[in-house]
């Protein structure tokens, strides 16, 4: 495995130092101009993060921020209960709505990740309780339990949501995914369990080494190598 001072020395060459590097890490997030919101979210937000990452998946990310005020008038201000509530004549509605993005498979997620929320809050006080008081240590265990209890909350959809609220992660961009590669962490995108867990051993190594967090470690990864 690589030292994070080598990883992190090859970012700096490649972005003009350690100073102009660690102010690229500090300022910017993977493929996006969004800042991250510190401090902690009420459940409608949680469920608005999440409902937001969803519809951008995949699409021009900068629609569906100009539609946004017409999302939150379209689904109650993601009020978590009534949402979790979304019946056959609100689908006919909401598909219909020229104020969002008329997607039929990502409207019918809002209401099972309502209801994810609506656990979350009873489990640990609030949604937000519930997420940033998981271990990033396992922070693949986070991700698997947004994937299965959640909807459409797989693959980098949930890491974006969680970066952009202020919780410590990593994205498997691509950048990221060719500097494991490079690092000998991993041989592929990691798709599985076993390689998953490599990933969130290496991370943990990395965080310990250098005392961030793993977002910082994951920047850094981001500027060290090109996907090619």
């Not at 699409?59 to 939150?72: A, D, I, L, M, P």
């Not at 020229?98 to 006080?125: C, D, L, Q, W, Y």
């Not at 693959?155 to 992660?169: D, H, I, M, Q």
Request: with cysteine.
């Amino acid at each position: 495995m690589e030292k994070f001072e080598t990883i992190f020395h090859r970012a700096a060459n490649r972005h003009g130092g350690e100073d102009a590097l660690r102010e690229k890490v500090a300022n910017r997030y993977v493929g996006s101009n969004v800042e991250i919101e510190a401090g902690p979210k009420s459940d409608d937000r949680w469920l608005a993060e999440f409902s937001k990452r969803i519809f951008q998946a995949g699409f021009n990310w900068s629609v569906v921020e100009n539609k946004w005020e017409g999302f939150e008038a379209a689904f109650w201000s993601f009020n978590p209960r009534r949402c979790a509530e979304i019946d056959m004549e609100d689908m006919e509605r909401l598909t219909t709505d020229t104020a969002i993005v008329r997607n039929p498979v990502k409207i019918k997620t809002v209401a099972p990740n309502a209801r994810m929320i609506i656990e979350m809050s009873n489990k640990a006080g609030s949604a937000d309780a519930f997420i940033r008081g998981w271990a990033s240590e396992d922070y693949v265990g986070l991700l698997s339990y947004l994937q299965k209890h959640g909807s459409h909350l797989g693959a980098n959809t949930a890491s974006y949501a969680l970066r952009f609220s202020g919780v410590p992660s990593f994205i498997l961009s691509n950048d990221v995914t060719a500097a494991l590669i490079h690092a000998g962490i991993i041989d592929k995108p990691a798709t599985g369990k076993r390689a998953k867990q490599a990933v969130q051993e290496a991370f943990n190594h990395w965080t310990a080494e250098c005392g961030e967090d793993l977002t910082y470690v994951s920047r850094v990864l981001a500027h060290s190598i090109d996907a090619g």
